[in-house]
């Protein structure tokens, strides 16, 4: 039978990869347009790069955990905030600077 670790090890990349696999697909569609028209209706570019973030922050939480640090962090909520802050602020940046 396989133990606890394991099973969270396979877990983990799981979920890794279908974030990995989700952030790819969402960066290939965006394009060079800042605003994407879904229907008729436009979703502004900062939507997307908040959406960007909040899945690198998950895979960032997936990375901590696996690698055993996440137990260390004493305010975890204000950290995940702050990464999906970073990291929206980062994907605005790289793929929507006017």
Do not use: H
């Amino acid at each position: 039978m396989r133990c606890l670790s394991d099973m969270l090890d396979t877990i983990t990349r799981k979920t890794a990869s279908r974030v990995v696999f989700m952030s790819v697909c969402m960066m290939s569609c965006l394009g060079c347009n800042p605003n994407l028209d879904v229907d008729g209706a436009l979703i502004p570019a900062w939507l997307i790069a908040v959406i960007l973030g909040l899945c690198m922050t998950i895979g960032a939480r997936a990375a901590l955990v696996r690698l055993g640090l996440d137990r260390y962090l004493i305010a975890r909520p204000l950290v995940y905030v702050s990464l999906t802050v970073l990291f929206g602020s980062l994907s605005w940046l790289i793929f929507f600077r006017y």
